[in-house]
């Protein structure tokens, strides 16, 4: 395996349900290349952050109501459509 | 936690078996309520996938007349929140298609690039540690919020639908009309794109 494969279906590395015989595959590889295990341990951490970009704080208020505006502008439409 | 993973959960209460039956029943009470307690949430869902509050506003509005509209063959097999999720989803999905298209950006220029040895021409630098506080920051989540934003379009839905609305492959391919592999890959290189354009920051701690 090389960098190039390794990148590619990284993915299925992690997430996959890869074969023993191909997971050892990139085993080995990580175990020769640290340009690929840099590369592994940031793309886990963009997933980590990319996830974290938009859950709601641990010590955030509950989610905010809609603008009344909208509430009644739902309201009136389900009138007309009913 | 995830908005839309709470959503589905906040859905399961007897409350909303109770108000389930009370708006299959056509009680208009129990229609404001549903308005009044889903509205909130569905709304920070269209948000982030039309990045547009009047289509957002116009994307809430179509789901709640939709589940209105199907409330009667609503069987509750599902949450409240999660069916009104999946819903905003689809709602908020085909506001985008019916938008103007802009020529899409590529990807490719995000992607690693390899030379001759199979070795990435650019090689990886290891990132700068990101304890919880940082990754939980106003300042990070900005930052990687305004990343997403930059993806090309159809890379940066699957990534919302997929890491963020928390829906399954399978649910993702059927919602864009697509096959799994599609989804797999395109959330792959989603990944990839999202890595390049975060690794200036956190490879020289700018955070």
């Known amino acids: 395996m090389n960098c190039r494969e390794f990148t590619e279906f990284l993915h299925e590395y992690l997430f996959g349900n890869l074969p023993a015989e191909e997971r050892a595959e990139f085993d080995k590889h990580l175990a020769e290349c640290p340009w690929c295990v840099a590369y592994l341990d940031s793309y886990q951490r963009t997933i980590q952050l990319e996830k974290a970009a938009f859950s709601a704080p641990v010590d955030a208020p509950p989610p905010a109501e809609a603008p009344e505006e909208l509430i009644q502008a739902i309201l009136r439409a389900r009138s007309r459509a009913s | ?207």
């Open chain 2, 1 to 207: 936690m995830v908005e839309a993973v709470s959503l589905g959960q906040s859905g399961a209460s007897p409350d909303d078996a109770a108000l389930l039956a009370r708006m299959q029943a056509g009680d208009g009470d129990a229609f404001e309520a549903c308005v009044r307690i889903y509205a909130g949430r569905l709304l920070l869902v269209a948000r982030r996938i039309l990045r547009n509050e009047e289509d957002a506003n116009d994307a809430v509005q179509d789901a709640f007349l939709s589940a209105f509209k199907g409330i009667s063959q609503f069987k509750g097999q599902a949450q409240l929140g999660t069916w009104l999720h999946r819903i905003v989803v689809n709602a908020a999905l085909a506001r985008l298609r019916n938008r103007q298209r802009h020529p899409e950006k590529s990807i490719e220029a995000l992607l690693p690039h390899f030379g001759e040895d199979e070795h990435q021409i650019d090689p990886p630098v290891p990132w700068k540690a990101t304890p919880e506080l940082t990754v939980q920051s106003e300042e990070t989540r900005e930052l990687v919020q305004r990343c997403i934003g930059e993806l090309p379009e159809i890379y940066r839905i699957v990534l919302l639908l997929r890491d963020i609305e928390g829906l399954a492959t399978e649910e993702t391919a059927k919602m864009l009309d697509t096959s799994t592999g599609v989804v797999k890959t395109r959330l792959h290189r989603a990944r990839q794109a999202l890595r390049s354009l975060l690794d200036p920051h956190f490879r020289r701690g700018d955070l």
